[in-house]
């Protein structure tokens, strides 16, 4: 038999996950129509490896399988094996992960699935170790089984296929015949008794076990329902979460950010890689939780996490890389140069390694020896650790005072003393082998991202509004089609800058696969957050472009929602909605919210009527499981509180109003800047493309020239009032 693929062709790919595998002796081939032809040119099934960089069970199952020569060879002869980045297709990882979690009740990644050459799924797993093991078939057994049932009980195999097929469908394609009417006002409280219901008091989090995930959409409607419902419950169950988020291990307390999640339910050691989207939504959380109670720990972790942001996955020129790997060579005090790689090398900790980074501290009369004992005491590193080889994951296990007491200095020397400690821990911890950075710049990501920092405009600093705004602008240089309207994926640097000029001027760059609904979503969100902290009315022109864009390619009015991939975008065996939230928010969620906000600017163009639909559609699966799909009820509950704005009629706002929005949480407003003139307002309408002034803008312009708040909810509006506090005041009676 002719071996279907003839090389590994992944060396032409820009993906890092891919150029990982390019090398193994496997014919690896990228989802494209040579792969999927030669499989129906020599009727072979498709074994599908979907993955990601930083993924940890994906390093191991290339360890033990993709680089064994046995297992290329079966692969080689009788399958024509795919390699898929899931952050760049999650399309493919959509559909295919959904019979996985249909079939076996989990998914994750690897994702190992084998497909008709039609590409129809028939045998789905995750990890396969190479030998059997711990209940998990051998994969080199499984790929002979495979083969062999493919020859001789191949209608079993295809019927199987087609059930398969038809379950992925109704999953994930389909829509009710006949929908229903959009949710009712109940729904945020059905959705955050659910949350409650589910939530650890013990531990803080949602689960009785672990793994535990931050679940920020879950964060989002506890806030919400304490800000807007005075919910106790729901503020208690919030405050709990982020509070053991902060002092576990999934907060990195030497350089700010947040892991994966965490494998226990203490929430103490984490997987520990560090993805881009958690660094975007939890900083954004973060941020609400520090405007809703007030308390300062809430932005001090927000300030961290947007801090790592621009040190650690931000490109030169203004964009956000995807990931930073859970693995490193271990330092040279744990053997560094003769060790292979090991999760969570770069973050753990000794005691030894503490003292020795310390050595020579001294602060305000508190010795070396102190300051370590002290962080030591603070972050629980021990002998023996609670990690793997005697480490510790550091967590914030023993507070300010009580170390006071322990070592009999002022609450005051313990902080400075710990602050300069972490300094120095830091800075001895750059020395170490970092972690593998994965730095495709995606869309939608970016998206989140941009979201977050604008926040932090809002609420920490004026100046992040200037990381935000240089994100939003590499995104729309590098992924943007201003000509034809159309947003690209993903962009990767294909060319090192080998000089000073490269620097600037000569990076070269890879640009791949069509959009998806989170990219224009999440990034339009992006850039209506950047409109809404700046006033700058590109931003929202950009937001709205994106809009009609996910109108004219992503909206199905006969079945009445938003699918995750174009009309005119490639064909899989079904075309997908995203309507849960996963690791990333609900994209159809996003986009409703969005289009309802947007409509506020161009009322002639129906966004809000497409909301309304989209509720209606799925307004049973939202009311049968709130919190699978907290994004749209966000969405619905915005919705059925209709809508709340603030227009500030200024050329430049006042340092005070600064200061009193950054306190102030509006988790259902609309902040509106415009100029304080209406002789202005021409430009702004030629910028947006449309003729009339918007209502939220109409006969809204400054008071004598003073700046000036009009304040208007479910379409009825305060006086104009040149004192923020009173039209705030009046929102608040309201």
């Not at 999927?36 to 020599?42: D, I, M, P």
């Not at 170790?129 to 994969?139: A, D, H, N, Y």
């Not at 753990?348 to 962080?375: I, R, S």
């Amino acid at each position: 038999m002719t071996t279907p693929t003839r090389r590994n062709r992944l060396d032409e790919e820009a993906s890092p996950y891919l150029e990982q595998h390019a090398d193994n002796p496997v014919n690896w081939q990228p989802w494209d129509e040579a792969a999927l032809s030669a499989a129906r040119e020599h009727d072979v099934p498709i074994f599908l490896s979907v993955g990601y960089a930083a993924c940890h069970w994906c390093h191991v199952m290339e360890a033990e399988s993709f680089q064994d020569e046995a297992v290329a060879s079966a692969l080689n002869e009788d399958f024509v094996p795919i390699k898929v980045d899931r952050e760049e297709r999650p399309d493919v990882d959509s559909v295919y992960q959904t019979i996985c979690q249909l079939v076996s009740g989990g998914g994750g990644w690897p994702l190992s699935v084998f497909l008709t050459p039609e590409g129809k799924p028939f045998y789905v797993g995750t990890y396969f170790p190479r030998e059997p093991k711990r209940g998990r078939p051998g994969f080199l057994q499984l790929l002979e089984d495979i083969s062999r049932s493919w020859r001789e009980d191949r209608e079993e195999i295809e019927n199987r296929a087609d059930q398969w097929t038809a379950a992925i469908t109704d999953e994930l394609e389909s829509t009710p015949e006949s929908p229903g009417d959009p949710p009712e006002s109940d729904l945020l409280g059905s959705a955050t008794a659910a949350a409650i219901r589910s939530a650890d008091r013990e531990h803080g989090g949602f689960g009785s076990g672990g793994p535990k995930f931050p679940q920020p959409r879950r964060l989002d409607l506890l806030l919400r329902a304490a800000t807007l419902d005075g919910d106790e419950a729901s503020r208690e169950v919030a405050v709990e979460a982020l509070d053991a988020m902060a002092t576990g291990g999934l907060y990195d307390h030497v350089g700010g950010g947040f892991h994966r999640y965490a494998t226990d339910r203490e929430w103490t050691v984490p997987h520990f890689e560090k993805m881009l989207y958690d660094n975007a939504e939890l900083p954004r959380v973060y941020l609400l939780a520090a405007q809703v109670t007030g308390a300062d720990r809430y932005a001090r972790v927000a300030a961290e996490t947007v801090a790592f942001l621009e040190r650690e996955l931000r490109h030169p020129e203004g964009g956000f890389y995807s990931t930073l790997d859970a693995q490193s060579r271990p330092p040279a005090s744990r053997g560094g140069d003769d060790a292979g790689d090991a999760e969570g090398a770069f973050y753990v900790w000794t005691p030894e390694e503490v003292h020795d980074a310390l050595a020579d501290l001294d602060v305000d009369g508190v010795d070396a020896g102190t300051a370590a004992d002290l962080f030591c005491d603070r972050y629980g590193v021990e002998s023996g650790g609670n990690f793997e080889r005697g480490t510790t994951v550091l967590t914030a296990t023993t507070g300010y005072a009580t170390l006071a007491e322990s070592y009999d200095l002022p609450v005051e020397a313990v902080e400075r003393a710990l602050m300069a400690a972490r300094g120095r821990a830091f800075e001895a911890r750059a020395e170490r082998p970092r972690p593998a950075r994965d730095e495709k710049v995606l869309a939608g990501w970016n998206g989140l991202a941009i979201s977050a920092v604008a926040a932090g405009a809002r609420v920490l600093d004026p100046a992040l509004a200037d990381t935000a705004t240089d994100a939003l602008a590499f995104v729309r240089e590098h992924l943007w089609d201003a000509d034809t309207k159309r947003l690209s994926r993903r962009y990767k640097d294909v060319s090192e800058p080998g000089s000073e000029a490269g620097e600037t001027a000569s990076r070269r760059g890879d640009v791949a696969v069509e959009g998806y609904l989170d990219d224009y979503a999440f990034l339009a969100k992006g850039a209506f957050d950047c409109y809404q902290v700046t006033g700058e009315v590109d931003h929202l022109a950009f937001a709205l472009d994106l809009a009609r864009v996910v109108r004219s390619e992503f909206w199905d009015a006969e079945a009445g929602t938003l699918y995750y991939t174009p009309a005119d975008g490639e064909a899989l065996v079904t075309r997908p909605q995203e309507l849960n939230d996963q690791s990333t928010p609900s994209s159809l969620g996003v986009a409703a919210a969005l289009f309802e906000d947007l409509d506020l600017f161009v009322p002639d163009e129906d966004f809000a009527a497409i909301t309304e639909q989209v509720l209606s559609t799925h307004a049973d699966r939202i009311r049968g499981s709130p919190l699978e799909h907290a994004s749209l009820v966000l969405a619905a509950d915005a919705h059925t509180r209709g809508p709340v704005e603030l227009t500030l009629a200024a050329d430049d706002l006042p340092t005070a109003w600064r200061e009193t929005l950054a306190e102030t949480p509006l988790p259902t407003g609309v902040i509106a800047p415009r100029p304080a003139d209406d002789d202005a307002l021409d430009d702004w309408l030629a910028t947006l493309g449309v003729d009339a002034v918007p209502p939220i803008w109409a006969n809204r312009d400054a008071v004598d020239g003073e700046p000036t708040a009009y304040a208007c909810r479910d379409f009825t509006c305060s006086p104009p009032q040149t004192d923020l506090d009173a039209a705030l005041s009046w929102l608040a009676d309201r």
